[in-house]
């Protein structure tokens, strides 16, 4: 049943609302009464359902796909203004306990080395992305007990904010990592981060299940409540994302418009940031093992919706 006050995942984030949602799509794709309906609400700048992006979506008819576009830039316009923020990933380590089938870290992987950045090589990362003229940073690492624990995050936290250099420091770390307790990201808050980014990878329940056999993301429940208990910890900025390409795309975008409207629901802020990769080649992954790739009229076309249905969002 499909509660997007509930705290259970497979209730916000349920199957058959989102079979159902789609079937409404196809159904309505040519339906201009009800798409100029939906784009003159989008005008409000309040957002759409994701039923009602999902018709967006599907929507095939050059003209109303054209309005769906200038929409989608005024919007960007009026909350951001001709401004873009950019960021640089900072891979802390790559040791992993997952088994995640798309991602070159699994941890049977046997052609990489692995790498753990000790505090001095923080340093000079750091140092180097501020030449760059890097102000934020997103740090990366994958799940491993022993070798990430969260201690470890905390210490590189506080020495990347300790940096001053050349008149400058890091002005926000944003923290990529996987999902943890309730406790734990109170740690994170307190240790002064931007934003908790979490890609959900795909929403799909039982696709999720068989692209993580193995390591403790294999718990779909526990992966998807995690914003839940970030949130509960006291952070309120968090970032979502699916990676394209692991499932269909329409199913994806109604799973991550459901997840927004559940955490506006329930604590009454939803997502910082929502991100859009797509598969690619990389060591030990081929792209074309998997079979829901997009190209990049899609691509553009789901960020474009996406800017329309969460107009807040970055």
Do not use: W
């Not at 022993?146 to 420091?169: D, F, M, R, W």
């Not at 929502?274 to 690619?280: D, G, Y």
Request: hydrophobic share 40%.
């Amino acid at each position: 049943m499909y509660d997007p006050k509930s705290m259970k995942a497979e209730e916000f984030i349920s199957h058959e609302e989102i079979l159902d949602t789609l079937a409404y799509a196809q159904e309505n794709k040519s339906n201009e009464k009800l798409i100029d309906a939906i784009l003159e609400k989008a005008k409000l700048r309040k957002g759409l359902s994701h039923r009602e992006a999902s018709v967006l979506l599907a929507c095939e008819m050059p003209d109303k796909i054209q309005q769906i576009y200038a929409l989608a830039e005024q919007l960007k316009k009026d909350f951001y203004g001709n401004r873009i923020v950019m960021f640089a990933p900072l891979y802390l380590s790559n040791y992993c306990v997952n088994g995640c089938v798309y991602c070159p870290y699994h941890a049977k992987n046997k052609h990489i080395a692995r790498k753990k950045l000790t505090q001095e090589e923080i340093v000079k990362e750091v140092m180097a992305l501020q030449d760059m003229g890097h102000k934020r940073l997103a740090l990366e690492a994958g799940e491993d007990p022993v070798n990430n624990p969260i201690e470890y995050i905390l210490e590189c936290i506080k020495t990347i904010y300790s940096i001053q250099h050349k008149n400058g420091a890091i002005r926000r770390v944003n923290v990529n990592i996987a999902a943890t307790t309730v406790e734990e990201y109170r740690t994170l808050k307190e240790a002064g981060i931007g934003t908790y980014i979490l890609f959900q990878e795909t929403y799909h329940k039982e696709s999720y299940e068989q692209l993580h056999p193995t390591g403790p993301k294999h718990n779909y429940a526990y992966h998807t409540e995690a914003m839940d208990r970030a949130m509960e910890g006291g952070i309120d900025d968090v970032g979502l994302g699916v990676l394209f390409g692991l499932e269909r795309y329409a199913y994806e975008f109604a799973g991550l418009l459901m997840h927004a409207e559940h955490l506006e629901a329930v604590h009454g802020v939803g997502p910082h940031t929502i991100s859009v990769p797509r598969v690619k080649r990389a060591d030990d992954i081929d792209p074309n093992a998997f079979d829901n790739g997009i190209d990049d009229e899609i691509f553009a076309k789901i960020i474009a919706c996406i800017r329309i249905a969460v107009p807040y969002t970055g």
